[in-house]
């Protein structure tokens, strides 16, 4: 597929999907919906993939959703119960597309730089990580608009920083600079720049492909259950778990690779059918 509003790049098992129309800001209309799934779903299916970097050109990450991804079939076309239908499932494909990043079978890394808005929070907030620049900042849009957040701000926030914070946040749609989001462990760290963002982002993800893939898709899926559910839970959902896929050759390879001296080399996942 061409895309008109990414670009994706792969090499050595990490691939870079950019956000390439920083001249717009890298607003969202319904393009972008379109060709960010399929690019995720490009990148999840091949199996040699064992990490996802997600940056965008220009000075800002995303302005967030463009209005035009509201529009759709009129709904004075229907009465009102069936026009909710159509919005209802409008709104589940949107926040879907965001919710494709916790199931992908990597870990995805966001690099992020000026302003992240609206939908572009909820599109770090699915991410594994986030890392920014110094002018970064965040903001929930939606209530300065007179929306409530709605593809996935709401949900995943109040589990990345304080609750107090997060309601803050969402009722006042205040922006939040790079230093409080450091302070608060909404990002990793701040780097000076994009380009010394970009390359330690890339860096890290490069140090994840190294890692065998099973044990990190392993992680990760296990990670999301856990947040979920309870520690009980959890705990005998992974018994499960690891009785499936805990039959690899990775414990082997790796010894194999440490008796002679060498790093590990271990096999990709299979792609997806």
């Not at 098992?13 to 129309?21: D, M, N, T």
């Not at 000026?114 to 909820?122: E, I, K, Y």
């Not at 986030?130 to 965040?138: I, L, P, S």
Request: charge should be negative.
């Amino acid at each position: 597929m061409n895309y008109t509003r990414l670009t994706l790049d792969i090499e050595h098992h990490v691939a870079h999907l950019e956000l390439s129309r920083g001249e717009e800001y890298n607003r969202m209309p319904p393009a972008f919906w379109e060709e960010f799934p399929a690019a995720l779903e490009a990148v999840d299916r091949r199996g040699d993939v064992r990490a996802l970097v997600i940056s965008s050109s220009g000075k800002h990450f995303s302005a967030g959703m463009d209005v035009s991804a509201f529009t759709g079939t009129r709904a004075q076309d229907w009465d009102r119960g069936r026009a909710g239908e159509i919005a209802r499932r409008h709104l589940d494909r949107l926040q879907g597309v965001f919710t494709r990043l916790e199931t992908l079978r990597m870990p995805v890394l966001a690099a992020i730089q000026g302003g992240c808005v609206g939908g572009g929070v909820d599109l770090v907030a699915a991410c594994d990580a986030r890392y920014c620049t110094r002018d970064a900042f965040f903001c929930i849009q939606e209530i300065n608009i007179g929306l409530a957040a709605d593809v996935g701000t709401l949900q995943r926030l109040p589990r990345l920083i304080p609750d107090g914070l997060m309601r803050e946040l969402a009722y006042t749609g205040r922006r939040m600079a790079a230093d409080e989001a450091l302070a608060r462990g909404l990002v990793n760290a701040v780097f000076d720049d994009q380009v010394a963002l970009v390359a330690h982002v890339m860096d890290l993800a490069r140090e994840i492909a190294r890692k065998s893939p099973l044990a990190v898709m392993s992680t990760k899926h296990l990670l999301n259950y856990g947040r979920d559910h309870s520690v009980a839970d959890t705990l005998a959902y992974q018994q499960v778990w690891m009785g499936a896929l805990g039959q690899g050759e990775e414990i082997a390879t790796y010894f194999r690779a440490k008796a002679a001296g060498t790093e590990p080399e271990f096999r990709d996942l299979p792609p997806l059918d």
